[in-house]
């Protein structure tokens, strides 16, 4: 997903980190969709600088272009030519009354007689697979001048079927997962329901290694995997939201973190449910660790260490199984790790330590990161449920972040 939105974003000469979630449309035979433009109202709160429209699937019977209504004029001065509006859509007539287009059928009239037969100077784009096209919505380089040359509209469809991905960029708003800071993203599960429609519902994960979703495509950090062959992963339907996946995890999932990600800053955060007492949540090397110490009745207690700095977290819940918790270590090699603990859209404790006397590691080579490390002389493997793991290219230390972060996996419900 974030590999279509980086080249979409490249073709359109913009950052990716401005790109809005991908959305994708199919229309079947006799279906179109009106003339149109991606920011309709042409304000200020409008955010959609430009569209990249790639074609997933030719209808077999013809149809299905995008028309733009546009004709070509001299520029002054120039000698070549540039593309405006046939007219504006506000002043174009119902063929029918001769008035103007007040009602949605007259509006699909008109657009239906410029498929059949297009003017001399509209343009249209005929869907081949693969193939994309791109626009601007708004013009100049402060993007001030709203685009009205951008009206278009997907033409009926003939027979068959046609698929395409609308990819919109903004001007000014950044999805906090599009933020060039994420330097990985393993969704851990959170992406069950994109699967591939033949995959079973549930049951061990044939891979024993999580790729890198995140736009880094793995320059950072590449895999997360199980950390020996006993490891077992399991797909659950159920996550920390509804439409949101999960992976059970019998055992350890371990990463490779860049020393120079550590020596500059760096939070790591993951959705857990299910711990056991007594257990490691989350280990660096012999560095620190946060370790969930305690389950009581209405209280969790979790200590933070660091070589002989130890901090408790406490926590106010009931500690149920079916209970998740977004869990953030916010580290920064030579000062401090502070960690934060968070369930039911609030912070429920934090606690932090000093690092200096840990300077020493992770100035050259890379430090393993584990995930529910193995204890010493453990015997039962303790299963415990994740899901969408994320690490940020810096020290988020305000809770609306990190929180907005961890709520960034509802976006992986296919129905939102």
């Avoid at 402060?142 to 395409?164: E, N």
């Avoid at 490779?256 to 959705?271: A, D, K, R, V």
């Avoid at 490691?280 to 002989?308: H, M, N, P």
């Avoid at 926590?315 to 869990?327: H, I, K, P, R």
Wanted: proline share 3%; hydrophobic share 35%.
């Amino acid at each position: 997903m974030f590999d279509i939105e980086r080249r979409a974003a490249t073709l359109a000469g913009f950052n990716h980190s401005y790109c809005e979630d991908i959305q994708m449309a199919c229309y079947e035979e006799d279906e179109l969709h009106g003339l149109h433009r991606d920011d309709a109202d042409g304000t200020v709160s409008a955010d959609r600088a430009a569209t990249v429209l790639i074609y997933l699937q030719r209808p077999e019977g013809g149809g299905g272009e995008t028309l733009f209504t546009m004709k070509e004029i001299e520029k002054e001065g120039t000698g070549r030519l540039a593309l405006f509006t046939m007219k504006e859509l506000e002043k174009e007539r119902d063929g029918k009354t001769g008035g103007p287009l007040n009602t949605e059928q007259g509006a699909l009239d008109l657009f239906r007689s410029y498929c059949d037969k297009p003017k001399k100077n509209m343009v249209v784009v005929e869907p081949q697979v693969g193939r994309a096209v791109t626009w601007r919505n708004w013009l100049g380089e402060d993007f001030a001048t709203f685009a009205k040359c951008s009206t278009h509209g997907a033409c009926p469809v003939k027979g068959g079927k046609k698929c395409v991905i609308q990819q919109w960029i903004g001007r000014k708003t950044k999805l906090p997962l599009r933020d060039e800071r994420v330097g990985a993203i393993f969704t851990a599960g959170a992406d069950v329901h994109y699967r591939k429609e033949d995959a079973p519902a549930g049951g061990e994960v044939i891979s024993r290694c999580l790729q890198d979703a995140s736009a880094m495509g793995g320059r950072a950090v590449p895999t997360m995997c199980a950390a020996d062959e006993t490891v077992k992963l399991e797909q659950l339907d159920d996550g920390p939201y509804k439409g949101v996946g999960a992976l059970r995890i019998s055992g350890s999932l371990m990463a490779e973190i860049p020393s120079n990600m550590l020596q500059n800053g760096m939070t790591i955060s993951f959705w857990v449910r299910d711990m056991t007492a007594g257990r490691t949540i989350v280990s660096l090397q012999d560095t620190l660790s946060l370790v969930y110490t305690e389950k009581g009745d209405i209280t969790q207690t979790f200590e933070l260490r660091a070589g002989e700095a130890t901090e408790q977290i406490k926590v106010y819940s009931s500690g149920s199984s079916e209970q998740w918790y977004w869990f953030s270590l916010a580290i920064q090699m030579g000062k401090r790790v502070s960690a934060s603990i968070y369930s039911r859209g609030k912070l429920d404790g934090t606690a932090s330590v000093n690092l200096e006397s840990c300077s020493a590691h992770a100035k050259s080579a890379d430090v393993a990161l584990h995930l529910f490390p193995a204890q010493d002389g453990e015997g039962e493997i303790v299963r415990t449920d994740i899901s969408f793991v994320v690490m940020h290219q810096a020290v988020l230390d305000d809770p609306k972040e990190v929180l907005e972060l961890g709520q960034q996996s509802k976006r992986y419900d296919k129905n939102s």
